[in-house]
């Protein structure tokens, strides 16, 4: 970690200012100073002219190493897609497999301007390793699945145990940016003892707990017809739901699940990309926000598998121009709300002390090139970053007081796309062999009628 950075001269909400870090924050804010004799106190001196300081973003729900699978099964209905292709691959997945697919993702999320996110997928220590490796922050979670096997559940549970306990040097080592998570997947995947245990091992030790709900109509339907309640309500009846649990997707929601929603302080991510890529539906943001949700809702990406990238400045614009097509009003989710759910409201639901650029927050900040086209003329900043820009306008990348990116460089990327390369080449093989053969098959039948 740098013991000091100074930023000079960078745009700052339409002021030039001058951001002073120490250690892991950032200390000061000011006027830009006339002279050098400021730039001698810091270890590292950015020139920051012709660019802007904003907060770094937050990815609320992701699968990591699904970037392995970039651009594999597209364009197939979702049962198909995850029956017949995903689980098949994810079987032969290796924790070294997991930990390459992870520092892919890292580095694709570093290059586009994300320096925290919210995991869940298997082999948690090789998630872990690539987090810690890269400098990002994370809550990581490992899948919890049981599918009401007794035997599964208490696998699992135990398992979760172990992890637990692993995460502590996990944490330490990587001076906390490292957040162990509870990842029970979904309640059509995790019987009703697993999810109980959850909710009463999360409450013991005060832990996030990363669960996918009411994603499909067909999840709704599956959960009135086996418990008599619609999925929020059937979690509420476990006392499931507080402030800790992070709902990924929440496509299909009553008023009632809404209301119970926000008594429970539960937080939301809108997963907009994925949910429009697998035809899942649209999640009703504006009848969430007049339900005095707003600042419960985070953004995510989903895994690369269903999205197919993880550019948070993407999925800001493709949220908040769904709402708008969706609803027909072109004043739902304007860009500054898109853009504090991928900042600030993610920081509060993820308990770091970031979102924001102020003296006393963690050092989590971008550099943005205001050379970039996106940014000729900036009229107004956020409605550039929202929707004119992608992360290709990143610049700079500081996470917890540690230059990750500068001039768009990060130190090692280029072996991380050779090792994710060879990765995938593995993996995809016997596929590859198989389906060559079947070319080879269908031409000689071919030929010979």
Request: overall charge negative.
């Amino acid at each position: 970690m740098a013991s000091s950075i100074l930023i000079k001269n960078v745009l700052l909400w339409g002021k030039e200012r001058d951001i002073r870090i120490e250690g892991n924050r950032i200390v000061e804010i000011s006027e830009p100073s006339s002279g050098d004799a400021r730039s001698v106190e810091a270890e590292f001196v950015i020139d920051g002219r012709k660019k802007a300081a904003i907060p770094s973003l937050f990815n609320a729900h992701t699968h990591a190493a699904m970037t392995l699978f970039r651009g594999y099964a597209d364009d197939l209905p979702l049962h198909e897609w995850l029956s017949e292709k995903i689980w098949p691959i994810e079987a032969r997945l290796t924790e070294e497999d997991v930990y390459w697919g992870t520092r892919l993702a890292c580095l694709e999320m570093t290059k586009t301007g994300t320096t925290f996110f919210n995991d869940m997928y298997w082999h948690w220590h090789g998630t872990a390793r690539a987090v810690l490796e890269s400098g990002l922050r994370a809550a990581i979670s490992a899948v919890f699945v049981d599918f009401g096997d007794p035997t599964a559940t208490e696998e699992q549970k135990r398992r979760n145990e172990q992890l637990f306990s692993a995460a502590r040097e996990f944490a330490k080592r990587s001076d906390g940016r490292i957040i162990f998570a509870l990842g029970p997947h979904a309640i059509y995947t995790v019987s009703e003892e697993a999810l109980c245990w959850t909710r009463d091992f999360a409450e013991k030790n005060d832990l996030l707990v990363h669960i996918h709900l009411a994603e499909t109509q067909a999840e709704v339907e599956e959960c009135v017809k086996k418990h008599g309640k619609r999925p929020v309500e059937f979690l509420a009846s476990l006392d499931f739901l507080n402030e800790r649990v992070i709902a990924a997707h929440c496509v299909h929601l009553s008023r009632k699940e809404m209301e119970i929603l926000r008594e429970n302080d539960v937080k939301i991510v809108h997963n907009p990309a994925s949910n429009m890529k697998l035809a899942s539906g649209v999640m009703p943001y504006e009848e969430m926000k007049r339900a005095g949700l707003r600042k419960n809702i985070l953004l995510g990406t989903d895994g690369c598998a269903s999205n197919n990238n993880l550019d948070m400045f993407e999925e800001m614009k493709f949220a908040s121009l769904l709402q708008k097509a969706h609803t027909g009003d072109p004043t739902a989710m304007p860009a500054h709300e898109a853009f504090e759910m991928a900042t600030l409201n993610a920081a509060r639901a993820f308990r770091v002390d970031a979102g924001e650029i102020a003296e006393g927050k963690l050092a989590d900040l971008l550099l943005i090139d205001l050379n970039n086209e996106s940014f000729v003329p900036t009229h107004n900043i956020i409605s550039n970053i929202v929707f004119a820009a992608n992360g290709n306008c990143v610049d700079t990348v500081i996470c917890n007081g540690e230059i990750l990116m500068q001039n768009r460089h990060v130190k090692g990327e280029e072996e991380v796309r050779e090792r994710a390369r060879a990765v995938v080449a593995k993996l995809f093989e016997s596929d590859e062999r198989g389906e060559s053969e079947g070319v080879r098959k269908r031409e000689s039948e071919r030929v010979r009628g």
